[in-house]
């Protein structure tokens, strides 16, 4: 059974930092290319960022770049969030997301999705 | 970017109610649409597309098509555990853009 298990949400100030962590199981981790996927509170969703099987081609929304880094570790089946000079607006659920194309460079969509991790940005 | 149209953005519904919701790109994304639904509290659910097809255990009340420049959700006949939201993405390009959502609530 596919799992995706997000940790490391939190409440942390504007201008902090934070680290999300997303454990995946049931599936051979390093076929897939991953994706972040936030939800602001009573919002919609907001595709964050891609990385490709071999963490060699990232992408991001343009709100994130510069700020954010996704990131993998193929060993230890995990995919991370590096979150810095957060903002107001970066409160949300964030999802970690699988692709379903094994091996491919991505259908850009998302079949398996975590429960997700709550962000809070606040002073 | 790509901009997806997603309409209405809510409907009100009984059961037994057929249902269509309405996805719009603002350029073209040669029918990489997909379409999710989404309890309160929970994560998105993948439904499909016209494309794929639905995914495996969607029930069968659940249809993605296309119509032109539109893409189409229906749900034929409404169900007590069909009350949600729903979403439309692009999966053409990036940036990956989601519709708005379309808020299925009971009448």
């Known amino acids: 059974e596919v799992q995706l298990v997000e940790s490391g949400g939190g409440l942390v100030q504007p201008g902090g930092s934070l680290r999300l962590s997303c454990a995946a199981s049931?599936?051979?981790?390093?076929?897939?290319?991953m994706h972040w996927v936030r939800q602001a509170p009573g919002k919609g969703l907001e595709w964050v960022a891609n990385i490709k099987q071999d963490g060699g081609k990232k992408y991001y929304v343009d709100s994130v770049k510069g700020r954010f880094t996704i990131s993998r570790d193929n060993a230890k089946n995990s995919l991370y969030l590096q979150m810095s000079s957060l903002r107001a607006d970066d409160t949300a659920v964030y999802y970690c997301?699988?692709?379903?194309?094994?091996?491919?460079?991505?259908?850009?969509?998302?079949?398996?999705w975590g429960q997700g991790a709550l962000v809070s940005v606040s002073s | 970017d790509i901009q997806m149209t997603q309409f209405p953005s809510s409907v009100s519904a009984s059961v037994g109610d057929r249902v269509t919701i309405t996805c719009r790109a603002s350029?073209?994304?040669?029918?990489?649409l997909v379409w999710y639904q989404q309890r309160p509290g929970k994560a998105p659910k993948l439904l499909g597309s016209s494309t794929s097809g639905l995914q495996s255990g969607v029930p069968s009340r659940f249809a993605a098509s296309e119509s032109g420049t539109d893409f189409i959700l229906t749900i034929s006949s409404l169900q007590p555990e069909d009350f949600a939201t729903y979403y439309c993405?692009?999966?053409?390009?990036?940036?990956?853009?989601f519709g708005g959502g379309t808020e299925v609530a009971l009448k």
């Open positions: 350029r073209g994304i040669t029918n990489w």
């Open positions: 993405q692009q999966a053409s390009s990036f940036p990956l853009t």
């Open positions: 997301a699988r692709d379903p194309d094994e091996y491919g460079n991505g259908w850009y969509y998302f079949d398996y």
């Open positions: 049931g599936f051979t981790f390093s076929n897939y290319c």
